[in-house]
């Protein structure tokens, strides 16, 4: 593959919220226990979040203001990462 198809594959499959949040949580060196005691988000809730899957959680909104702690927590922009959920 060459650079210039690397980037299309990237805007062709991009990356869930929690898969950058995963990412970005990794390159703080953070483990998501550390996550889960700054934000007193039960740790199974972030687990899920991170997988994309919303329906291990209590509801829609729960998904997003989770979501939302969870890029706070870890300094990043909390408002695309909202969004992003609100489309999954």
Known sequence: MTGSD???????FPKTPG???REYRESQGL?????????RV?????????????????SHTYSVGFAKAYA????????PIARDVRNQ
Do not use: C, K, W, Y
């Not at 039960?42 to 329906?55: G, K, T």
């Open 6 to 12: 690397l980037g299309e594959e990237a805007t062709l």
């Open 19 to 21: 898969e950058r949040l």
């Open 31 to 39: 483990t998501l226990a550390e996550v889960a005691a700054r934000t």
């Open 42 to 58: 039960p740790l199974r809730h972030l687990e899920a979040i991170e997988q994309s899957n919303f329906s291990g959680l209590l």
């Open 72 to 79: 706070r927590a870890i300094g990043m922009d909390e408002v």
